[in-house]
């Protein structure tokens, strides 16, 4: 099977990574429920980095590109993500539908892909940007439409928007991997993570107090330590080492469309393991939004087609970053 796009094919090999990379990613979201049920969301994100940092950091070769790509992938991709995410679902977004929102991430790499790195959306990637808009606004709906009698109206689209916000911090880190291209994924993953373990610590005593972080840190259960060990160990070192990886050797366009799978995985694991069933609307909306993603990124060749080479004004970045790349 070769994954086919208009000016490049993705390898074989590749792919099955991309599909491997999907499905280690769609099962995280169990995961983080269950690391969630024990702690604070802010100090689980700290304990997840640590875990990604410690004792890889003393062995894995820092990847040969500037400290500020290293940093930049660190709090964008890592702390800004996975803070907003792991909030919105502390304050009740359903793990299955966490998946979901976090689509938006695709619009949001096309469109800062197009302002930065000058590659342009086709129509097609504009027309499945306003589906998978329309998409989010339908499960915005749907989750008014579950909203308990007499509950408040924020309580159910505050943590849908931080998830959304999340969306876009991993947009952003995607288009800053696209300056690390070639370097290597193990290493960009641990030296960015050194970025994520003191913010979001901070930030938790800022926002929840030194009663509750140390209370959270002193009462941890063996949810917590769950959690910490799969999306660190699974979804952070395996998973983002192939994905960074990938991101150094196709256009951001080409690589994320495997992301769709995540939003199906996530929603079925949920469905059968925590028997957490969304309403018509969110259903639609997820469909619409995974629709729009698909029209906007998955564009086949006719069969016999001949290939064309899409140029690439920003192509110099990605040349520069397999160059520094080979010398690790």
């Known amino acids: 099977m070769v994954s086919r796009w208009e000016g490049e094919l993705v390898k074989p090999r590749d792919t099955l990574l991309a599909l491997l990379v999907a499905l280690l990613w769609g099962l995280n979201f169990l995961f983080i429920d269950l ?24 062995f894995v070769p820092r990847p040969n590109v500037s400290w500020k790509v290293v940093a ?35 619009f949001f790499t096309i469109g800062l892909g197009a302002l930065f790195l000058r ?38 689209l505050v943590p849908l928007l931080i998830c959304i916000a999340a969306g876009f911090s991993w947009g952003v880190g995607n288009v800053i991997s696209r300056s690390a291209s070639g370097a290597s994924g193990l290493g960009l993953v641990v030296h960015s993570a050194l970025w994520v373990p003191l913010p979001m610590l901070g930030l938790s005593l800022l926002l929840d107090g030194p009663a509750a972080v140390g209370d959270a840190l002193t009462t941890m259960g063996p949810e917590t330590w769950w959690g910490v060990a799969f999306t660190a160990l699974v979804a952070s070192l395996v998973g983002y080492s192939i994905w960074n990886t990938l991101l150094g050797k196709y256009p951001t366009a080409k690589v994320v469309p495997f992301t769709l799978l995540i939003p199906a ?3 079925a694991s949920a469905a059968l393991v925590l028997r957490e069933y969304p309403n018509g609307l969110e259903i639609a909306g997820a469909a619409l939004l995974i629709i729009g993603v698909g029209v906007g ?3 086949p060749r006719a069969a016999g087609a001949p290939r064309v080479a899409v140029p690439r004004i920003g192509a110099e970045i990605e040349d520069a970053g397999r160059g520094a790349g080979k010398q690790l």
């Open 35 to 58: 690391g969630l049920r024990d702690t604070l969301p802010l100090v689980f994100v700290a304990l997840r980095f640590a875990a990604v940092v410690f004792p890889l950091v003393f």
């Open 72 to 106: 930049g992938i660190g709090l964008a991709m890592s702390a800004g993500q996975f803070g907003l995410l792991f909030t919105a679902m502390h304050l009740g977004l359903p793990t299955g539908l966490a998946p979901v929102a976090l689509q938006a991430q695709m």
């Open 119 to 156: 590659e342009y959306p086709t129509r097609k990637q504009i027309l499945g940007s306003l589906l998978g808009i329309a998409g989010l606004v339908v499960v915005g709906f749907g989750r008014v439409a579950s909203l308990p009698e007499g509950a408040a109206l924020a309580g159910v």
């Open 265 to 267: 995985i996530g929603m």
């Open 297 to 299: 990124t998955l564009r």
